[in-house]
């Protein structure tokens, strides 16, 4: 760990300066490059690319259905990034199977370019943060008209790949108890995706979803109605004032503690939902509550990133805490106890890096 020595008496260090060079270039870059990471999802390239042979621009183009002379700037990007391979003798450019793993809607949990997105969604806000830095206070939900359907997509691809498989056999029980019937809630349950998974898969279980979002809640009320669910509903509530009591065997939060304006507040509000013995899956952005312990965490300067432009600024926006999406295990745990959860256990899924998975009980 490296150590604040007072800028005026530290010597100069060439090599580091030279280093750091190559470091702030690879920021640009990188910045550059996810955007255009955005465009090429966007557009469905990395998905054609993965499944064409090597190809030149036009025909990279033509099999896209795309502009060629776009593809082919977007291209040189691609290139010169290293995510494409080209061929000059021949014309052509070629996504290596070892790269398309990690672009394509074919990899499910594992297609960053879902989270690169992320990147100018965030752009667009970002004269509100500087004037946040400035003035206090923070940029409200509304001001990211694209979070929802992008939040969806993102955590959508993961729930599709890890929900039955990785996260139920976690709980108590493990799917049992959903396949007998019982009532769950989803808190902050965004476009609905986890509940309507649930809801078709147990139609024995009662399935509750609470969000703030009328636009969400309206994107989970069609999805079920056109798969026909009838034991899922999707109801406008402000997490802070939930007033069911002893009404849920299983609450669930997926992603949805950490930005909330009064955390502490939803916490014992799903203590209160739920019937003694009952169980609370929390599901949080992985992390220390530690800086210094986040040094080697991948995505920690895009998870403090996030959390500063959008997850921090959207609860302070509403006079809340600001905990922040880097909030970590060791506060997370801390705030569990405080709200009267007992039996706290940490878990880990194999296909969801980014995330911890705190499974608690309601004392009995
Ligand atoms: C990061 S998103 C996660 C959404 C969803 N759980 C998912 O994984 O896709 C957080 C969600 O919490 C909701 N939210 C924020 N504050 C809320 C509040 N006070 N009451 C209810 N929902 C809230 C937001 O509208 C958003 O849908």
Not at 37 to 45: A, M, P, Q
Not at 337 to 355: H, Q, S
Request: hydrophobic share 40%; glycine share 10%; charged share 20%.
């Amino acid at each position: 760990m490296t150590t604040s020595q007072g800028a005026a008496t530290a010597p100069f260090d060439k090599a580091k300066a030279k280093a750091f060079m190559a470091t702030m270039t690879g920021v640009m870059n990188g910045g550059a490059l996810a955007l255009m990471c955005s465009i090429g999802h966007k557009t469905g390239l990395f998905d054609t690319m993965a499944q064409v042979p090597p190809s030149t621009a036009a025909e990279v183009a033509a099999a896209a259905g795309l502009d060629e002379r776009y593809v082919r700037e977007w291209l040189g990007a691609m290139v010169t990034g290293g995510v494409v391979e080209h061929d000059p003798d021949a014309g052509t450019y070629r996504l290596p199977a070892e790269h398309s793993g990690l672009l394509t809607r074919a990899a499910g949990p594992l297609n960053l370019t879902t989270f690169c997105q992320y990147v100018s969604l965030l752009g667009e806000v970002e004269d509100e943060i500087v004037d946040a830095f400035r003035n206090g206070g923070g940029v409200p939900y509304d001001r990211y008209p694209r979070f929802h359907r992008l939040m969806a997509e993102s955590s959508g691809q993961r729930i599709d790949r890890t929900l039955l498989s990785e996260v139920l056999p976690l709980l108590p029980g493990g799917a049992e108890p959903l396949v007998a019937g019982i009532d769950v809630a989803d808190v902050g349950c965004g476009s609905g995706r986890a509940l309507n998974l649930l809801a078709a898969n147990f139609p024995a279980s009662r399935f509750t979803g609470y969000d703030l979002s009328e636009a969400a809640i309206g994107t989970g009320r069609a999805q079920a109605g056109e798969e026909g669910l009838t034991n899922v509903e999707f109801v406008v509530q402000d997490a802070a004032t939930l007033s069911a009591e002893a009404s849920f065997d299983l609450v669930t939060t997926f992603d949805a503690i950490h930005d909330q304006a009064f955390p502490d507040a939803v916490l014992s509000g799903i203590a209160r939902a739920l019937r003694p013995g009952g169980t609370y899956l929390c599901v949080e952005p992985k992390a220390s509550s530690h800086l210094h312990e986040n040094l080697e965490l991948p995505m920690a300067p895009f998870f403090y990133t996030m959390s500063t432009m959008h997850c921090m600024t959207v609860s302070l926006a509403y006079g809340g805490e600001g905990l922040g999406a880097v909030w970590g295990r060791q506060l997370a745990e801390e705030r569990l106890a405080k709200a009267g959860f007992v039996d706290v256990v940490a878990e880990d899924v194999r296909e969801d890096r980014t995330n911890t998975y705190f499974v608690a009980r309601r004392a009995g």
